[in-house]
């Protein structure tokens, strides 16, 4: 098989699965800090057993490897925790559409921070990108809680983008595994004073802790992480422009297992972001042939 190919499989894994996201956000009733401290301690944990089997890494290195990773590790937090609050005021379809204006943000970003080449074709795929996103939208109620919700998801897609860019700095000299392991190790440390903030019956974690496995083991653990090392082999902006298809598979999801019904002009959003999908996948691989 194709190398480049292989790693837009893995790519496409890690979509598939993070796409679990929205519906998982809707559906566990819990306080969002308190939802992401627990998806966090659960993914630290499973990472550190195949850190330790798999004889990995640990160190981190210097003191400026150790701040950034820390500073991205905030970003990674604020970015769960504003997504997820973005879901509980909206819906799978309006808080996902509203993270995935990231791909456009990131084609801005990526090249001021990363002092890369800017890539017009990106940025145009973004945009496209973006368009298929929103088209996806049901029509949209502009009431407080849906207008906020879209705003909130929006901060968390800024918070999302600069993570992945800073991220992309150090995936290609150390495991991208035990860089996730280090983020959610370090968010699991800063959500846990903000627990005592918030009120909750033990008794929803009776009626959420099958969600909760699968956000922490599944979509965290092991999405999060296939996503990162992906950076390995593409720039950022192609993994965001890419990653537009997660919404497609979030909202048919949140469809099968909310019952949360998209609008017509889905057909529409999902045939532009298919296309974008396709040429950015193809114009990776010849890139990486020449």
């Not at 790519?11 to 598939?16: Q, R, V």
């Not at 604020?78 to 990131?106: D, E």
């Not at 979030?250 to 529409?268: D, H, Q, S, W």
């Amino acid at each position: 098989m194709n190398q480049q190919l292989a790693h837009l499989l893995q790519l496409g894994l890690a979509i598939f699965i993070m796409s679990s996201s929205g519906t998982l956000g809707r559906y566990i009733e819990l306080p969002p800090p308190v939802t992401i401290w627990m998806r966090c301690i659960i993914g630290a944990v499973a990472l550190f057993i195949v850190l330790k089997v798999g004889k990995f890494d640990l160190r981190i290195g210097n003191r400026k490897n150790f701040w950034l990773l820390f500073g991205s590790s905030l970003l990674l937090a604020g970015h769960w925790v504003s997504y997820f609050y973005s879901l509980k005021l909206s819906t799978v379809a309006i808080g996902m559409l509203s993270l995935f204006t990231y791909p456009v943000i990131t084609a801005f970003l990526e090249p001021v921070m990363l002092k890369i080449p800017f890539q017009k074709s990106s940025l145009a795929l973004g945009i496209l990108a973006f368009v298929g996103v929103a088209l996806l939208a049901p029509e949209l109620s502009f009431e407080n809680e849906h207008t906020l919700g879209i705003a909130i998801g929006v901060f968390s897609a800024l918070c999302y983008s600069i993570r992945n860019i800073l991220m992309k700095k150090r995936v290609a000299q150390q495991s991208g595994i035990t860089l996730m392991f280090y983020q959610l190790l370090f968010i699991s440390l800063f959500l846990w004073p903000v627990l005592f903030g918030f009120e909750f019956e033990p008794a929803q974690l009776s009626t959420d802790w099958e969600a909760l496995l699968i956000l922490g083991l599944f979509t965290t653990a092991t999405g999060h992480t296939l996503l990162v090392l992906s950076f390995k082999h593409f720039t950022v902006s192609t993994v965001s422009v890419i990653s537009a298809l997660t919404p497609l598979l979030g909202i048919l999801l949140g469809f099968l297992v909310l019952n949360e019904i998209p609008a017509g002009r889905t057909y529409i959003g999902g045939s532009l972001i298919f296309l974008t999908v396709v040429t950015e996948s193809l114009k990776s691989i010849f890139q990486k042939r020449n």
